[in-house]
């Protein structure tokens, strides 16, 4: 996946100057940089464990020095930011099993406010079968993630096994999944947030999932 096809997973110009990006364990937040170049007047944060964020603060002194604020924090713990316009995350929640991810996603939930966006980059893996509509609501973006009519096979064989493959090493090594998007919908909603956008992502397997607060 480039880099810079996080500008298109989602309207980052619509955010009023000095709105805080919280990139949730985010690495060296390589990605947030990617952000914070197109749009320098965003507050950004990359959160990370004990071992990472003196390796993160480094990588933004050497590039982008201006830009970071930087916090340790572990994603399974409560979420200590509460003004956040965006929490993101890229391949964070597929190294988890369902419970795990309502934690970290509930965590996010409860430290939101009533405008804050959830951005997570993960793969959404094309249905097998015949499914039924779970969202409640069309959802921009999804159309090419049902399944096909016959007689093609409703997952187009052997073309889309990567993810399937993926899948299976998640459960072998971590006890976590791939998701279809019945799954990331139902998931979601259990963490209390309600997806309304996916944006695929040219030549990549990964999409952009745009998630916003359920309201009580």
């Not at 003004?83 to 409860?110: E, K, P």
């Not at 921009?140 to 016959?150: E, I, N, Q, R, V």
């Not at 072998?172 to 279809?180: G, H």
Request: with cysteine; net charge negative; charged share 15%.
């Amino acid at each position: 996946m480039n880099r810079t096809s996080i500008l298109t997973g989602f309207p980052w110009n619509d955010l009023p100057p000095k709105s805080r990006v919280v990139d949730v364990g985010g690495g060296l937040g390589h990605i947030t940089m990617t952000i914070a170049h197109q749009y320098p007047e965003l507050q950004y944060v990359v959160q990370d464990r004990h071992a990472v964020i003196p390796d993160t603060e480094k990588y933004w002194r050497t590039n982008f020095p201006q830009a970071l604020d930087s916090g340790l924090h572990d994603i399974t713990d409560p979420q200590p930011i509460h003004d956040a316009a965006v929490f993101f995350m890229r391949v964070v929640i597929h190294d988890f099993g369902r419970t795990g991810a309502i934690r970290i996603l509930s965590n996010l939930r409860a430290s939101a406010t009533p405008d804050t966006k959830l951005v997570l980059i993960e793969q959404i893996v094309p249905y097998a079968c015949p499914y039924n509509d779970v969202s409640g609501h069309p959802v921009a973006g999804t159309k090419d993630l049902f399944p096909s009519p016959p007689p093609p096979l409703v997952n187009f064989g052997h073309f889309t096994s990567l993810g399937y493959m993926l899948d299976l090493q998640m459960a072998c090594s971590l006890n976590a999944e791939e998701r279809t998007f019945g799954t990331w919908v139902e998931l979601c909603r259990t963490a209390g947030w309600n997806i309304t956008q996916v944006y695929p992502i040219p030549g990549s397997i990964f999409s952009h999932i745009v998630a916003v607060p359920l309201q009580d």
